[in-house]
């Protein structure tokens, strides 16, 4: 839960570098939230419940996404794959889930030498 809290506050912030933890916590947590509230929604006959829950968290997600594809060393224009169905969210599941860059990059330095994780 910390990690979805962190990303929360960094509501639409996309520079900076998000490490795999950060991004697949993150990832989880709001995958539970939002099946815990589409079943609620489903039974209660409340459906827009789920669309404003994703609609709040479209910007936060783009922007984590954006600053995990940051410390993979790419642009977040890679991010435009996702009008590409199926294929660009397989490709952009894939880049996120590869190794960050050791180093300091041009989007900052590594995130787990700066948070020690």
Not at 54 to 71: E, F, G, K, M, Q
Request: neutral net charge.
């Amino acid at each position: 839960m910390e990690w979805y809290l962190k990303v929360l506050r960094q509501y639409a912030t996309f520079s900076g570098r998000a490490h795999r933890q950060e991004y697949w916590m993150f990832f989880l947590v709001n995958f539970c939230i939002s099946l815990a509230i589409n079943i609620v929604a489903e039974f209660s006959g409340l459906v827009v419940l789920s669309m404003v829950y994703s609609l709040a968290l479209l910007l936060p997600t783009l922007a984590v996404t954006s600053r995990r594809l940051h410390d993979t060393g790419r642009s977040a224009w890679w991010l435009l794959l996702l009008f590409i169905p199926l294929l660009g969210m397989a490709v952009i599941l894939v880049l996120c889930a590869l190794e960050g860059d050791q180093n300091s990059n041009q989007y900052g330095s590594n995130p787990k030498l700066v948070e020690g994780v």
